[in-house]
């Protein structure tokens, strides 16, 4: 009596992907009074740097801003992090967006504080590089206005301005290298 071989039993579907996404503190930082946050992560060769601002008291509905600096840190892996000593001239100062350049160096762009005797009631567009995100140069930024979004793609860099109270559209910029925009 020959039995015949058997097919193979079919192998059972995968099962679907969870839809819950499970996230786990990895940094926490204490404020000097006021709100701190971080606004930006990148990834920039062995580790992830992030940047953002710590406001020296609350915020007000209205009103000037009060004292802040900017503040940055560094992670091998994403899971423990190390302030970063920014040294001074990051007073009044905020780091709002991070983007790797195609050197591998890092472009924050942000904004500085415009004191006045009320406060600090206006801020003016600024930017630093980094190549070990622990020494940051301050660089000449051309953008006029708040810009609101950074993007790296294969040629270059683009960038969206926010409207000022003489323009009423966003503006986009290209560079080639985040050093000089068109």
């Known amino acids: 009596n020959r039995s015949r071989p ?50 020296a008291e609350a915020l007000p509905v209205f009103g000037p801003l009060p004292p802040h600096e900017a503040r940055a840190w560094t992670s091998p892996d994403g899971t423990s992090w190390e302030p970063v000593d920014l040294g001074p001239g990051f007073e009044n100062v905020r780091f709002r967006l991070l983007i790797q350049k195609g050197d591998g160096s890092l472009l924050a762009i942000g904004d500085r504080g415009v004191s006045s005797e009320f406060g600090i009631t206006d801020t003016t567009p600024a930017a630093w590089t980094t190549t070990d995100a622990r020494t940051w140069t301050e660089v000449e930024v051309p953008l006029h206005g708040f810009i609101s979004a950074i993007e790296r793609g294969a040629r270059g860099l683009l960038a969206v301005v926010m409207p000022t109270p003489s323009t009423d559209a966003h503006d986009l910029w290209f560079s080639v290298d985040g050093d000089t925009w068109e």
Do not use: E, Q
């Open 6 to 55: 058997r097919a193979p039993l079919p192998t059972p579907p995968p099962p679907p992907p969870s839809t819950n996404l499970a996230w786990t503190r990895t940094g926490s930082y204490p404020s000097s009074g006021g709100l701190s946050v971080v606004d930006a992560v990148a990834r920039v060769g062995d580790r992830y740097v992030a940047v953002g601002v710590d406001f």
